[in-house]
């Protein structure tokens, strides 16, 4: 099993920009791909952005193209989402999550076995 923390999270204007980290613990070695989840007040959880433990396969959600970038620093097994030109509708608690075999839906939460606590984004207009 892995263990993930996130931090990173608060409250920006319209317009700014965040950038959110994870921290991973224990059986990292066994990583194939980690990915950051969001959930709105009364919406299911959705997919914000993946990359693969290993080379340079990154996939985000449409919404999210252009303005997130995820990366990934192996030697500190830390994912990071930079967020910028942040709109209201990204407020949301941001989820960090971990998959430790192949798939290829790195955009279905049921795929990842290993959770972050979430960490609050609050984008005011």
């Known amino acids: 099993q892995v263990q993930l923390v996130e931090s990173g999270g608060g409250l920006v204007q319209a317009g700014g920009s965040l950038r959110l980290s994870c921290a991973a613990s224990?059986?990292?070695?066994?990583?194939?791909?980690m990915g950051w989840f969001r959930q709105a007040p009364g919406k299911e959880r959705e997919f914000v952005a993946a990359?693969?433990?290993?080379?340079?396969?990154?996939y985000y959600k449409d919404s999210v193209k252009g303005r997130f970038t995820i990366s990934r620093d192996n030697a500190k097994n830390t994912v990071y989402l930079q967020m910028n030109s942040l709109k209201p509708e990204d407020t949301a608690v941001y989820y960090c999550a971990a998959v430790m075999y192949y798939t290829s839906r790195y955009d279905d939460p049921a795929k990842y076995g290993s959770w972050g606590q979430g960490t609050q984004v609050t984008v005011s207009s």
């Open positions: 224990g059986r990292t070695f066994s990583l194939y791909a």
């Open positions: 990359i693969k433990w290993s080379g340079d396969s990154t």
